[in-house]
């Protein structure tokens, strides 16, 4: 039985959302524009976000959002941060499609098949970075740190972290240890962001089948919190903010209709977060 920090990403979760962010890109009223997204993301990602939506009930509003979301706080970050790092980048192409300064350092990590496949399309495209981008294929449940400092990662340095639609994959155990080691390695002036979502999602009948497909498989239940703010203090992030996607999709003209509908006084197990901590109050 794989042990509690073992990992259940589906390397398909990548390309499903590429495809999520090109249709977004497609829209009239879009939140962003991907230009790289659809030929990343192929046949294989419009087939999983078509069975996503399928299983789900319809389209899933929430992705935009959050895209839109960590775009605009890495471009207001990003004149004062020294280096970048994606944790789980996936098919993600902001290092070619934000305005990003040409200084600073991008690191994206994830599995080195993922890169092999993801490097040679943007290569096709004639993509070109923004900024100095080096690609880092690393395990997130294995030593990803050192494969990071051989890539040239500075320790000590003003950082910008994202974990986008990752954490909810990985054990409870894999997120403390991966924030506690964010912060290990970041100098003041660092930030932290992420997504997270409360245990009450776990209960939904369309999460079922996953569940069951993730204890067949001898892996640990995802993680939740219904408490963000501790989870991420409890790493060594001090300054946590939340935002809620509800809230963050109205500022944007851009209501999710399960939010709207919501109590004065949500349960708090069904809530999801935008998580942006920082190193120091």
């Given amino acids: 039985m794989p042990d509690e920090s073992s990992s259940g990403v589906d390397p398909g979760t990548a390309y499903w959302i590429a495809a999520a962010r090109a249709r977004e890109s497609e829209r009239s009223d879009r939140l962003f524009v991907d230009p790289y997204a659809a030929v990343l993301a192929g046949a294989r990602g419009r087939d999983a976000l078509a069975a996503s939506e399928d299983a789900s009930g319809g389209d899933n509003a929430f992705l935009p959002i959050?895209?839109?979301?960590?775009?605009?706080?890495?471009?207001?970050?990003?004149?004062?941060?020294?280096?970048?790092?994606?944790?789980?980048?996936g098919l993600d192409a902001r290092a070619f499609r934000l305005s990003l300064p040409a200084r600073l350092r991008w690191f994206e990590i994830d599995r080195a098949e993922l890169f092999a496949e993801k490097e040679t399309i943007l290569a096709a495209l004639g993509a070109v970075a923004r900024c100095q981008r080096t690609a880092v294929p690393a395990d997130l449940t294995?030593?990803?740190?050192?494969?990071?400092?051989?890539?040239?990662?500075?320790?000590?340095?003003?950082?910008?972290?994202?974990?986008?639609?990752?954490?909810?994959?990985?054990?409870?155990?894999?997120v403390r240890d991966l924030l506690t080691e964010t912060r290990r390695l970041s100098g003041v002036g660092s930030v932290v962001a992420a997504d997270v979502f409360g245990s009450?999602?776990?209960?939904?009948?369309?999460?079922?089948?996953y569940l069951a497909t993730q204890a067949e498989?001898?892996?640990?239940?995802?993680?939740?919190?219904?408490?963000?703010?501790?989870?991420?203090?409890?790493?060594?992030?001090?300054?946590v903010e939340l935002a809620f996607p509800g809230q963050v999709g109205r500022t944007y003209g851009r209501p999710i209709e399960q939010a709207s509908k919501r109590p004065v006084t949500p349960d708090r197990t069904r809530q999801s977060y935008l998580v942006i901590a920082r190193s120091e109050g």
């Avoid at 970048?84 to 980048?89: K, N, Q």
């Avoid at 640990?220 to 790493?235: E, K, N």
């Fill in 142 to 174: 294995a030593d990803w740190s050192a494969a990071l400092l051989d890539a040239g990662f500075e320790v000590g340095c003003r950082t910008g972290w994202l974990a986008e639609g990752l954490l909810f994959y990985l054990s409870a155990k894999a």
């Fill in 217 to 239: 498989r001898g892996l640990s239940p995802p993680f939740t919190t219904d408490d963000p703010a501790a989870t991420f203090r409890s790493a060594g992030w001090p300054s």
């Fill in 66 to 89: 959050r895209t839109r979301f960590f775009d605009d706080l890495l471009c207001a970050e990003a004149e004062r941060l020294d280096q970048v790092v994606l944790l789980g980048a």
């Fill in 200 to 209: 009450g999602l776990l209960t939904l009948p369309s999460m079922q089948p």
